[in-house]
């Protein structure tokens, strides 16, 4: 069974820093590529960051390029998002997913980690 | 950057009922276009993917349609348990989401 357990968010100050983990389990984690989806408390579903399986390909959207690094580790099944510079619209639930095939739509969630940037 | 536009925001049925989702692009996006529901307080589930693919367990009452710019999503028959939020999301340049469309019970 595949599961994603999400873990790191919290309370940050703007301009703060967080780095968010995603611990993969029940699939071979280093064949898929692994993304970033965020969700503002009461609004829609934003793609913030991709990887590739091997962690060489990452892409980032435009609201979070250069403040926000995606990494994995593959020997240890972990997908990975540090996110520094945080600013109050970076407030969200936080999902890790795992994309179906390359660059494929996501076809698992884990439940989210929230994270809230506020003084 | 890829815009999507869902239509209706809102759509207000009764169970049993046909419900037809629309999501536009800004421009062509081929088929790669996927479907999503969200429940209150769950994660999203894929439904369908390349357009018009169900995702693994997903019912035959879910089809997706379209290609280029236009696609839909139509639920045949309204179950209980299809009040939700319905996203579409693309993958042909980066990826995008919709804004959503809330089904909810008349």
């Known amino acids: 069974e595949v599961q994603l357990l999400e873990s790191g968010g919290g309370l940050v100050q703007p301009g703060g820093s967080l780095r968010l983990s995603c611990a993969a389990s029940g699939f071979t984690f280093s064949s898929y590529g692994m993304a970033w989806v965020r969700q503002a408390p009461g609004k829609g579903l934003e793609w913030v960051s991709a990887?590739?399986?091997?962690?060489?390909?990452?892409f980032y959207a435009d609201s979070v390029k250069g403040r926000f690094t995606i990494s994995r580790d593959n020997s240890k099944n972990t997908l990975y998002v540090q996110m520094n510079n945080l600013r109050a619209d970076d407030t969200a639930l936080y999902y890790c997913a795992k994309e179906r095939n390359y660059r494929q739509p996501f076809d698992y969630w884990g439940q989210g980690t929230l994270v809230t940037v506020s003084s | 950057e890829i815009v999507l536009t869902q239509s209706p925001a809102t759509l207000s049925l009764s169970p049993g009922e046909r419900a037809t989702l629309s999501c536009r692009a800004s421009q062509s996006v081929s088929s790669y276009l996927a479907w999503y529901q969200q429940r209150p307080g769950q994660a999203p589930r894929l439904l369908i993917y390349d357009a018009s693919n169900r995702a693994t367990g997903i019912p035959a009452r879910f089809s997706g349609s379209g290609s280029g710019t236009d696609f839909s999503l139509t639920i045949s028959s309204l179950e209980p348990e299809d009040f939700a939020v319905y996203y579409c999301?693309?993958?042909?340049?980066?990826?995008?989401f919709g804004q959503g469309t809330k089904v909810e019970i008349k």
């Open positions: 999301q693309q993958r042909s340049s980066s990826w995008t």
């Open positions: 990887i590739g399986g091997s962690g060489i390909n990452t």
